[in-house]
């Protein structure tokens, strides 16, 4: 994957420049990396949420959004459990407060990601993220695909809604500061929200896969894919480089190969 020409290679060149970029998690759920076919928990550290259906989140060859493999996450899955219809799939991030004596300073999660829904209808809203934690319920950041009465809303600002087209893969990028607390995001290489304050700034210790539904009765049928994700943290000396560097990157889009993208 890349960035193409803008101002985004350059904030995030100074960045680097004044600090240490490091890899949390990076995955296509290849076979390659170690996935196969079938039920994600139990493969790679990847567990369910307590109770869970064994069947929710599976690695699919089935229509995948780059290579051969994605992650399928389906409503019909989803059980109701102690915070309502609600499932998830965990595993531990390598994230410390600091490193080489500098703070943590930006967690930035990228990836690819699509949403269908073949009964849109009045007052449904369904929900598909990457959750970043501290511990149980402690919910730091995430990025997340929401379908609201048909329309993709990435993130927190439905200004910048899209149609949900039947699983069609989109590109987002998510960024949250540990200096103003912020977050910023992107969708498809267009700024989708700013400004938007962080759930917590507790530095977080792992990562889950989640689908949700905050109106529909069980089973739903909603379901959410992921591919290609690649999460990092940024330890910079203070002050450092601010978010609004990043704004600047808003016209730069993040080319690919592959099936499906251009």
């Not at 809203?125 to 501290?134: E, K, W």
């Not at 149980?136 to 600002?157: K, P």
Request: charged share 15%; glycine share 12%.
């Amino acid at each position: 994957m890349r960035w193409a020409c803008g101002s985004t290679i350059v904030a995030i060149a100074a960045v680097a420049a004044h600090g240490q970029t490091v890899t949390v998690f990076q995955s296509g759920f290849e076979p390659g990396e170690g996935y196969s076919t079938g039920a994600l928990a139990g493969q790679n550290g990847w567990f369910l949420y307590q109770g869970e259906d064994p069947d929710f989140g599976r690695v699919t060859n089935a229509n995948p959004l780059s290579g051969s493999q994605s992650i399928l996450l389906r409503g019909q899955d989803v059980e109701i459990g102690s915070f309502g219809n609600y499932a998830g799939l965990g595993r531990s991030a390598p994230i410390t407060p600091s490193m080489n004596g500098n703070p943590l300073r930006f967690i930035e999660i990228t990836g690819l990601c699509a949403i269908d829904d073949p009964t849109p209808r009045p007052g449904h809203l369904s929900i598909g993220g990457i959750g970043l934690y501290r511990g149980d319920i402690d919910l730091v950041t995430d990025a997340r695909a929401t379908n609201d009465d048909g329309r993709l809303i990435f993130g927190y600002d439905q200004r910048h809604s899209l149609p949900v087209r039947a699983g069609t893969p989109f590109e987002f990028r998510h960024v949250m500061d540990y200096q103003t607390g912020l977050v910023i995001g992107w969708l498809n290489g267009q700024l989708a929200y700013q400004d938007f304050p962080a759930f917590s700034t507790s530095v977080p210790d792992s990562i889950w896969l989640e689908l949700s539904s905050q109106v529909d009765l069980l089973p739903f049928d909603t379901q959410v894919w992921f591919d290609d994700l690649h999460i990092t943290a940024t330890y910079v000396p203070s002050p450092g480089v601010s978010l609004l560097a990043l704004v600047g990157g808003v016209a730069c889009v993040r080319r690919r190969r592959h099936d499906g993208l251009s």
